[in-house]
């Protein structure tokens, strides 16, 4: 028996630590779209969601997925909701296709943040990214969110040049190399300085291929400040992104 329990604890181990550890993820239900949008989400009925203006939009597309890619580009609102985002656990390398996030129902996102580069940029405000003004949404409170994190930052100094200067925020375009909608189209998206950020494309991969090597030089505390205020990060995807952070409050909350 104690043999038994000796193998036991370092199976436990050893599954903690290393490539693709699993670590403990929040549940995901569409009551986190409710509790994330209730300015224009109204309840559920059954497995359709219902807005405030009635419209009802259901959770599922009714079309089977041929591909892992395919999620990416039909996606429907389970698809959104079906991998857990492991908000303010320890920073660890994603297994293979484990991309919280990337889903996202481009309809979905239009009807709240606005459906052209017109009317997203009647709901953009400037924020002060430590001293640089950028634009980001108001809708949802985004901006404040964002102003948020920029407070929490602001006590440590010794981050800043990861943080500064800004990438960019607002920009009305598809994700690069694919037809889907960027969530810099709807103005809740920032990215941080690229000198020290990594980017699965700028090693020239193809998406979804099995080798992509996993880089990462941005500090968990600089992660932990955006989750904590309902960003999702990048660089929790197995295609790395970690220079990009996204207002996501339905797959982002918990306390770090």
Known sequence: MKRLGALLTLLIVVSQAGVGAQVSQKAVSPQ???????????????????????????????????????????PDLSELLRQPYPSCTPL?????????GR?????????????????????????NWFGQRVLFSRV?????????????????????????????????????????????????????NTRYSDYWQWEGHKEFARNIGYKNRMPQAVVWAFERHGFVWGGRWYHHDTMHFEFRPELSFGAC
């Not at 660890?92 to 919280?100: G, N, Q």
């Open 32 to 74: 986190h779209l409710l509790s994330a949008y209730p300015q224009f989400l109204k309840g559920l009925d059954q497995s359709t969601l219902v807005w405030k203006d009635g419209t009802r939009t259901p959770l599922s597309g009714g079309h089977p997925f041929t591909s892992a890619a395919d999620r990416l580009d039909r």
């Open 92 to 100: 660890h390398t994603p297994a293979y296709a484990e991309d919280p």
């Open 140 to 192: 949802n409170g985004a901006n404040l969110a964002l102003e948020a994190v920029a407070r929490d930052l602001a006590t440590r100094p010794e981050l800043r040049n990861y943080l500064t200067p800004s990438a960019g925020t607002y920009l009305w375009r598809v994700v690069a190399g694919s037809g889907r909608q960027s969530a810099h189209s709807w103005g809740i998206a920032i990215d941080l």
């Open 103 to 127: 889903a996202r129902p481009a309809a979905f996102f239009d009807k709240m943040y606005g459906n052209s580069p017109a009317a997203v940029r009647s709901h953009l405000v400037s924020v």
